[in-house]
């Protein structure tokens, strides 16, 4: 897999500005506010959006082990975990994984996080750069792209 230019997206300007946001179909819903972040251990899905998606909470099963660096200066208890199939996809090759996301019950602008795991189990290069995922699959790479209206207009909800 490599980026080159026609990788290039929108404008130059904003180059890196940015975090990698992606839209990819997890359980049965396509969500469209889903950070990539390799640097996060963790996939992260938020109590909202699971009870948006009209899954049963029954559906989690409990850990005991909480986390750090998500709230600063704190830890944090998950409500437990959960196993979702998540799908990227473009319209003639896709890519299904199961992954195990902690849900947590605090807010978030996103309806999930996507973290090292993720990266891992799609074996997936992302350029923060150019907004792409690039991953392998069944019938050739499937490059996933973002754009960077969107990924601002992530940020300034967040803000």
């Not at 850990?63 to 709230?71: D, V």
């Not at 319209?91 to 309806?111: A, C, D, K, Q, W």
């Not at 350029?127 to 754009?147: A, D, E, F, R």
């Amino acid at each position: 897999m490599t980026f080159d230019q026609t990788d290039h997206l929108e404008s130059v300007l904003q180059l890196g500005r940015y975090l990698l946001m992606v839209d990819p179909i997890i359980g049965m819903k396509w969500l469209t506010k889903v950070l990539m972040y390799g640097g996060s251990g963790l996939n992260i899905m938020y109590a909202k959006t699971l009870d948006a998606m009209g899954i049963d909470r029954s559906r989690i099963w409990p850990t005991g082990a909480p986390f750090h660096g998500i709230m600063l200066k704190k830890q944090a208890v998950p409500l437990g975990q959960i196993n979702f199939p998540t799908t990227f996809r473009d319209p003639f090759n896709y890519r299904m994984e199961t992954l195990t996301f902690g849900v947590v019950g605090f807010h978030g602008t996103y309806h999930a996080n996507l973290g090292h795991p993720s990266y891992t189990k799609f074996m997936a290069v992302p350029n923060y750069t150019y907004q792409k995922l690039k991953m392998p699959g069944p019938c050739g790479v499937i490059t996933i792209s973002t754009s960077f209206q969107h990924a601002y207009e992530c940020e300034v909800e967040c803000c």
